[in-house]
Nanobody
Framework: QVQLVESGGGLVQAGGSLSISCAVS????????MGWFRQAPGKEREVVAA????????YYSDSVKGRFIISRDNAKNTVDLQMNSLKPEDTAVYYC?????????????????WGQGTQVTVSS
């Protein structure tokens, strides 16, 4: 089992920055991919960014590319998402998820483990 706990959400003004973090515990594998997803009210959940535990290869959705940075600390077992130049449309519940042994950065069904989510609200 893998446990994921997000922290760091909150309210920020448009143009500002916010960092959220995911603490990972339990049994993980070197081939795992960690992802950040988000779900806005009335919309489907979407992948925002993802990173491999080994090698640190990253993926970003077009909507956040150039503004968000995903990183992982293998020693601390955390995955962080630094969000810059935030826009009101970034408002959502952000979820940390783990794809253990899978290959996809974006296929949601391969991410079997999920955190409880953290709210990020960007005011205009």
């Amino acid at each position: 089992q893998v446990q994921l706990v997000e922290s760091g959400g909150g309210l920020v003004q448009a143009g500002g920055s916010l960092s959220i973090s995911c603490a990972v515990s339990g049994r993980t594998f070197g081939s795992s991919i960690m992802g950040w997803f988000r779900q806005a009210p009335g919309k489907e959940r979407e992948v925002v960014a993802a990173i491999t535990w080994v090698g640190g290869r990253t993926y970003y959705s077009d909507s956040v590319k150039g503004r968000f940075i995903i990183s992982r600390d293998n020693a601390k077992n955390t995955v962080d998402l630094q969000m810059n130049s935030l826009k009101p449309e970034d408002t959502a519940v952000y979820y940390c998820a783990a794809n253990i042994g899978g290959l996809s950065f974006t296929r949601e069904r391969e991410f079997r483990y999920w955190g409880q989510g953290t709210q990020v609200t960007v005011s205009s």
